[in-house]
């Protein structure tokens, strides 16, 4: 029996994280399109559906691209394949200012 391959989109070539169509359990192949490209790579850890998947090596301080802007900041290192969420990254965008 075939191993089913996960889905995840891939917005904008300069996106560094990409959105999952449905749950990816560990070690489950993930096949990345939307961009023109098309990638497959493990996921090391489970990713819920509508989380992000890191599809580069973030380390703690970089942007968070998505659709092509920066949506947020590292808050500790991610390998590709890992869940990129609240856990390990911080929203930039958005954020309201104090007067």
């Not at 891939?10 to 994280?17: A, E, G, L």
């Not at 497959?40 to 691209?65: I, M, Q, S």
């Amino acid at each position: 029996m075939e191993k089913e391959v996960k889905r995840a989109i891939r917005i904008d070539p300069h996106d560094n994280v990409a959105t999952a169509v449905e749950a990816v359990a560990p070690d489950e192949e993930v096949r990345i399109s939307g961009s023109g490209e098309e990638i497959t790579l493990a996921a090391r850890e489970a990713v819920p559906r509508g989380h992000k998947v890191a599809l580069a090596a973030l380390r703690a301080g970089d942007h968070v691209v998505k659709y092509g802007e920066v949506i947020g900041r590292m808050t500790a290192e991610a390998r590709p394949g890992d869940c990129v969420h609240i856990h390990n990254m911080e929203a930039i965008r958005g954020r309201r200012r104090s007067a």
